[in-house]
């Protein structure tokens, strides 16, 4: 038979965690959508118009891959959430009945 050892507090300590470092990546991201999405080219060659295209290109996609991400890391912080209440409360639950 195999156990499972766990701090719930540990676990709800993490999810706020990694929710403040989401939620820092997010909000820097964020301020750097126009200013990256949004390029003027250096000149008015093709070359240089061509160049800004594919810059602004990659970092739409970027904004994109952060967004989906950040549901991600929503979904994973959640989890950790509430494994520790489900922990948590079969803790309290053989407490009860071993008590």
């Not at 200013?35 to 800004?52: G, R």
Request: proline share 4%; with cysteine; glycine share 4%.
């Amino acid at each position: 038979m195999s156990f499972v050892t766990t701090e719930p507090g540990v676990l709800t300590t993490a999810a706020a965690t990694i929710r403040n470092i989401v939620n820092d990546l997010v909000k820097k991201t964020d301020a750097a959508a126009d200013p990256t999405i949004h390029l003027q080219p250096p000149a008015t060659d093709e070359v240089s118009i061509m160049a800004m295209e594919r810059f602004s290109a990659h970092a739409a996609a970027y904004q994109a891959v952060i967004a989906e991400a950040s549901l991600v890391c929503g979904e994973f912080i959640g989890a950790l959430k509430n494994g520790a209440a489900d922990y948590s409360d079969a803790e309290a639950h053989n407490a009860e009945t071993t008590a």
